[in-house]
């Protein structure tokens, strides 16, 4: 069964730095593309940032463009996503999924975590 | 604001036929997925690439799709089916990935 495990969220001040892990089990994870997606209490599901399976095409939405890093160790199957300059408005839990083939963003994303929440306050 | 447009809520009577429907102008281009969340609980995938599903979900959720706009349809509507429900694709410039706002199902 495949399984994603989310760490490394918590409570930070505006400014500060988090960086978020996704450990994948039960799948060769070099053959699948990764994203990262949130969601802010009670709001909807917003796109962060996918990378594809040799880390050679990247994307992130607008919102965190320049401030967060995807990336990923396809030796230790493992998805990270670095958060610096965090603002009250990154607050959210935040998914990792894997993605369907090789390239992110084309068929869908077929298995979720459970999400590590983050919280950006004074 | 997202650029894929989903009506924010919409109901069904238990065992009718319901149809939640995502708008954007690059849908002829890509492929739409669409995902079910219950409270509390992670999203799943329902419909994938060319309106396929996963194995494991109803054969009563389908997908489709004409010009702009992508539909998911659950026929016979059961009362576990009450969720949100959210459509996912590529955005204008075709250079970002990005998810409609969601359609809350209620089952009556």
């Known amino acids: 069964e495949v399984e994603l495990v989310e760490s490394g969220g918590g409570l930070v001040q505006p400014g500060r730095s988090l960086r978020l892990s996704c450990a994948a089990s039960?799948?060769?994870?070099?053959?699948?593309?990764m994203q990262w997606v949130r969601q802010a209490p009670g709001k909807g599901l917003e796109w962060v940032s996918g990378?594809?399976?040799?880390?050679?095409?990247?994307g992130y939405a607008d919102s965190v463009k320049g401030r967060f890093i995807i990336s990923r160790d396809n030796a230790k199957n493992s998805l990270y996503l670095q958060m610096n300059s965090l603002r009250p408005e990154d607050t959210a839990l935040y998914y990792c999924?894997?993605?369907?083939?090789?390239?992110?963003?084309?068929?869908?994303?077929?298995?979720w975590g459970q999400g590590t929440t983050v919280t950006v306050s004074s | 604001s997202s650029e894929l447009t989903q009506d924010p809520a919409v109901s069904v009577a238990l065992g009718q036929t319901v149809r939640i429907t995502c708008q954007g102008d690059?849908?002829?281009?890509?492929?739409v997925s669409w995902y079910q969340q219950k409270p509390g609980q992670a999203p799943v995938l329902v419909i994938y690439?060319?309106?396929n599903r996963p194995s494991g979900i109803p054969d009563r959720f389908s997908g489709s799709s004409s010009g702009n706009t992508a539909s998911l349809t659950i026929t016979g509507a059961q009362a576990e089916d009450e969720a949100d429900y959210y459509c996912?694709?590529?955005?204008?410039?075709?250079?970002?990935?990005?998810f409609g706002g969601g359609t809350k199902l209620t089952v009556l």
């Open positions: 999924a894997k993605d369907f083939q090789p390239y992110w963003g084309s068929y869908g994303m077929d298995v």
């Open positions: 039960g799948l060769t994870f070099d053959d699948y593309a």
């Open positions: 990378i594809s399976w040799n880390s050679g095409s990247i």
């Open positions: 690059r849908l002829r281009s890509y492929y």
């Open positions: 690439g060319k309106n």
């Open positions: 996912n694709s590529r955005d204008s410039s075709g250079n970002h990935v990005v």
